[in-house]
């Protein structure tokens, strides 16, 4: 079987890998396998507790996509690309055993824990992470 190829997402390449319309704005990488999306990866934003807002690094795979761990690093890689050396946040979710050393190899440290999971960050998140990135719109069902 041949790898997935990896590209900028589309509002369509959300819906036909959630299921459902965008609600949230994000930059983000689909995995094409097989003509159809099998995995997404990006960054959005949401709102922090300060009302400021706050950078978060995503990622979702279907069970397809965990046979090619190297093309995965890979665009994990490009991914991050998109930060532009801007400070983001990430939820290690507890129902992804291999976030936390997944995002480790990716430069994050380890910053908080909360009932959601584990959140890790990468760079100063302490301020505001408000430069624009071109946006497509989603909405993610789990982090990193």
Same mark, same amino acid.
């Given at each position: 079987?041949?790898?997935?190829?990896?590209?900028?997402?589309?509002?369509?390449?959300?819906?036909?890998?959630?299921?459902?319309?965008?609600?949230?704005?994000?930059?983000?990488?689909?995995?094409?396998?097989?003509?159809?999306?099998?995995?997404?990866?990006?960054?959005?934003?949401?709102?922090?507790?300060?009302?400021?807002? +706050? *950078?978060?690094?995503?990622?979702?795979?279907?069970?397809?996509?965990? @046979?090619? $761990?190297? /093309?995965?690093?890979?665009? %994990? &890689?490009?991914?991050?690309? +998109? *930060?532009?050396?801007?400070?983001?946040?990430?939820?290690?979710?507890? @129902?992804? $055993?291999? /976030?936390?050393?997944?995002? %480790? &190899?990716?430069?994050?440290?380890?910053?908080?824990?909360?009932?959601?999971?584990?959140?890790?960050?990468?760079?100063?998140?302490?301020?505001?992470?408000?430069?624009?990135?071109?946006?497509?719109?989603?909405?993610?069902?789990?982090?990193?």
């Amino acid at each position: 079987m041949p790898a997935p190829v990896f590209r900028p997402a589309t509002a369509a390449d959300l819906i036909a890998f959630y299921g459902r319309p965008p609600p949230a704005s994000v930059r983000a990488l689909v995995a094409i396998l097989d003509g159809r999306p099998v995995g997404v990866a990006g960054i959005k934003y949401e709102r922090g507790a300060d009302g400021g807002k +706050l *950078l978060v690094a995503f990622s979702d795979m279907g069970p397809e996509l965990r @046979a090619y $761990p190297v /093309a995965v690093m890979r665009a %994990a &890689r490009r991914t991050m690309a +998109l *930060l532009r050396g801007r400070p983001v946040i990430a939820l290690a979710s507890p @129902a992804e $055993p291999n /976030a936390p050393a997944f995002l %480790a &190899r990716l430069g994050f440290v380890h910053a908080a824990s909360t009932a959601e999971g584990e959140i890790y960050r990468l760079g100063d998140t302490a301020g505001s992470a408000s430069t624009p990135v071109n946006e497509v719109s989603h909405d993610h069902s789990t982090e990193a």
